[in-house]
């Protein structure tokens, strides 16, 4: 089981408090129905924030003024993870720095000055929905949730929280376009998440696709490191 440390200080200001990260039940064969799962309660959300920008329907997201004027609305999800190797730097109290950017962290592991660390770093995207129904996506700075003392550490928690899976996801469509000349193909898909996608294709796989319902692709699920239940699905590419 993972422990991070949570973004919110401890009781004596002393830095962030360990919290443990929530695994899904199933593995094996079952990781993929679980972790689908998780996708379509984050697909869920992101359907209401769609529907808070289109039209003059008030939703649950709805903040408009008197004039009917309504405001942007946001969803955060968790959109990806990095493991960075550094060395220990100052000590003070409990905590200590962590070089080259002298960032500090508690030190739950009691690393002495000049000892190599590995930190594992998350980063959220924010989704906002406009009046005009445009979607813009905002992307937070990187942030680390907890230290490790060795590489392989790290990566078997980047492992959990970072999944590609094969599935089949929905097929909404294919289309061409020319501009100047130059014939272009496009695929769009909509992912477990609830968001739809466009992806160039060449003239092969646009042949292949054109009729479909849906089609077979490799995702990357992005899980939050608190509510592991909770993903972002991404495309990495078609399954052959």
């Known amino acids: ?31 993929l129905r679980h972790h689908l799962s998780g996708l379509r309660l984050i697909g869920m959300l992101l359907a209401l924030l769609l529907a808070a ?14 004039t009917g004027e309504a405001l942007p609305s946001t969803a955060t999800v968790p959109w990806d993870y990095r493991i960075v190797e550094g060395k220990v730097g100052d000590l003070i109290g409990s905590d200590m720095t962590v070089l080259p950017d002298n960032e500090m962290l508690p030190n739950d592991a009691n690393y002495a000055t000049g000892d190599p660390v590995w930190t594992l770093q998350y980063m959220t995207a924010e989704l906002v929905a406009g009046p005009d129904n445009r979607n813009d996506l905002v992307l937070s700075s990187w942030q680390t949730i907890k230290s490790y003392k060795t590489e392989a550490e790290a990566k078997a928690d980047l492992e959990e929280l970072k999944v590609t899976v094969t599935t089949e996801v929905d097929l909404v469509g294919v289309y061409k376009t020319e501009y100047q000349g130059t014939t272009r193909n496009f695929a769009v898909l909509s992912l477990p998440s609830g968001h739809e996608i466009k992806q160039p294709v060449n003239e092969e796989r646009y042949a292949s696709l054109k009729g479909q319902k849906t089609a077979n692709a490799v995702l990357e699920e992005v899980h939050d490191y608190i509510d592991y239940d909770a993903a972002y699905a991404k495309f990495r590419g078609w399954a052959e």
């Open 1 to 31: 089981m993972m422990h991070a440390q949570n973004e919110q200080g401890g009781q004596d200001g002393q830095g962030p408090v360990p919290v443990e990260i929530g695994r899904s039940a199933g593995t094996g064969n079952r990781r």
């Open 53 to 66: 920008g289109c039209g003059n329907s008030q939703s649950v997201f709805y903040t408009g003024s008197e």
